[in-house]
């Protein structure tokens, strides 16, 4: 009797998670690392890559994805420490520290007021157009029984 070859499972690529390489991710953070002073070729030697490599796999969206992801994770990391500095600069009395604040918060006074005008003025401009085309229709009518009482 023979025996069968072991035969293996067909993966399809559809159904494979997307994974860039390990010099692929070193070079995602080397690129999200604000410390990092250095060029970008600089870094490409760091992780073992060639320009031709990156630049091919910087066009596809799948790794630009993933590199904004490392991007907003680090930010998002440094969101209190931003806030403490901007609330300490706000302490200080510094007077754009205290606007940007505001205008962070949707607090600025000035800009509900803006709003507020905004919503007036766009109503004002409808009841002027409102006005006006109730005015043109009567000036119509007018001209109509103008026209019939010369006829008379």
């Known amino acids: ?9 067909k993966t399809s690529v559809k159904g494979r998670a997307w994974q860039p390489s390990p010099q692929l991710v070193r070079m995602a953070e080397l690129l999200v690392n ?5 060029t970008k070729g600089e870094k490409l030697i ?17 790794y630009i994805n ?5 991007l907003d994770k680090c930010t998002n990391a440094e969101l209190p420490t931003v806030w403490k500095a901007l609330v300490r600069k706000c302490t200080l009395g510094d007077t754009a520290a205290i606007k940007l604040y505001f205008e962070l918060k949707r607090m600025t006074p000035e800009f509900k007021h803006r ?9 004002l401009d409808k009841k002027k157009m409102e006005l006006q085309a109730a ?11 103008e026209l019939k009482l010369k006829e008379f």
């Open 34 to 38: 604000p410390d990092d002073r250095r």
């Open 46 to 62: 760091e992780a073992g890559l060639t320009e031709r490599t990156f630049y091919r796999w910087w066009a596809d969206e799948r």
């Open 135 to 145: 005015y043109d229709a009567a000036v119509l009518d007018l001209r109509e029984r």
């Open 1 to 9: 009797m023979k025996q069968k070859k072991p035969t293996r499972k």
């Open 66 to 70: 993933y590199v904004n992801n490392m």
């Open 115 to 123: 709003v507020a005008m905004d919503q007036e003025r766009m109503e």
